[in-house]
């Protein structure tokens, strides 16, 4: 059964505790908040340690984090930081890691703060590192032994034990063919970002084909897709809301990314979300247009969540 979770930003606490509180009692299944240095966010860790607290029954992660560096996130801080929210939380953490973008503003911004922003082939190199790093830690009953092309680690451990054994979920979010084989390598779920549901059903008979390469069962990965939704009331006029939803992100009327967004009232969108399952998605991400107002996150909940 294909699972509905939402993603929230911003810096407004008061906003985001009551976002938090509504998606998790209508019963969406996951909750993430976003983590980076940018204007638009807090610092995504000491943010996920109160949605844990302040929720109950949704999981909830970061929308996703980084491990290209150790000026990021090195490895050892990321697996503490995680147990950290999986006993706070219950065991309710997934791990959400991203490879970077690949357009140079997304490198500015990182050097922009003195952290280097390798090439692609590195970043993916490193996650791919980090990930053994982190499960590694997260399994040690004693001391962790790891050398490898970007860290050493002798005798290292953390405590305590994860909540969930043998440790949080960890996704990875891909498009490429090279982030994607890593994914078939060591993910336990992966993420496609503003796609149509042809291109996801692409992309996802490629995965699967590299899964089956590695010796995994095609179902033993989640697959999510990541969309904006605009939910409108029934006879509510859907054109003024898509144009303005366009103007608010700086695009054009025939702009890609609005053929991946969700729009209308719950038949319609219920319909499109048919044809993401159809193409192999268990899960979606969603960002609903009017965050943080509640009214398009009630909207979706009583006309496609429990309809």
């Known amino acids: 059964m294909l699972t509905v979770g939402v993603q929230t930003w911003g810096t407004d606490v008061a906003a985001l505790e009551r976002y938090w509180a509504a998606a998790d009692e209508l019963g969406f299944a996951r909750i993430t908040y976003g983590d980076g240095l940018g204007d638009w966010t807090h610092d995504g860790w000491t943010m996920l340690g109160a949605l844990a607290v302040l929720t109950r029954r ?17 490895p050892s801080w990321l697996a503490k930081r995680a147990l950290a929210v999986d006993h706070l939380s219950s065991g309710r953490l997934d791990l959400r890691l991203a490879v970077g973008a690949e357009a140079a503003d997304a490198a500015r ?18 996650l791919e590192e980090s990930i053994r790093i982190v499960r590694g830690l997260w399994q040690a009953d004693r001391g962790f032994e790891h050398r490898g ?6 005798g290292a451990w953390l405590g305590p034990a994860p909540v969930q054994r043998p440790g949080p979920p960890i996704w990875i979010a891909a498009m490429g063919p090279r982030a994607l084989a890593v994914t078939a390598r060591c993910a336990d779920g992966w993420e496609a970002s503003y796609v149509a549901p042809e291109d996801f059903a692409r992309r996802w008979q ?23 939704a605009i939910v409108t009331g029934a006879g509510e006029a ?7 939803f366009g103007t608010e992100r700086g695009i054009d009327s025939d ?40 009214r398009m996150l009630e909207l979706f909940a009583a ?3 429990h309809a």
């Open 255 to 294: 702009h890609p990314l609005l053929n991946t967004v969700l729009a209308g009232e719950g038949k319609a969108i219920a319909e499109r979300i048919a044809d993401y399952e159809a193409a192999g998605a268990t899960d979606l991400m969603l960002g609903f247009a009017d965050f943080p107002s509640t």
């Open 58 to 74: 949704a999981r909830i992660g970061p929308a996703v984090t980084y491990a290209f560096d150790a000026s990021s996130h090195h």
């Open 303 to 305: 006309t496609v969540l």
């Open 109 to 126: 911004a990182w050097l922009a703060h003195g952290i280097r922003y390798p090439g692609a082939a590195e970043r993916l190199q490193t």
């Open 206 to 228: 490629h995965l699967a084909t590299l899964l089956m390469a590695e010796g995994r069962a095609v179902d033993s990965l989640r697959r999510s897709v990541e969309l904006d």
């Open 149 to 154: 092309p970007r860290y050493e680690l002798r």
């Open 238 to 244: 859907l054109e003024p809301v898509l144009a303005r």
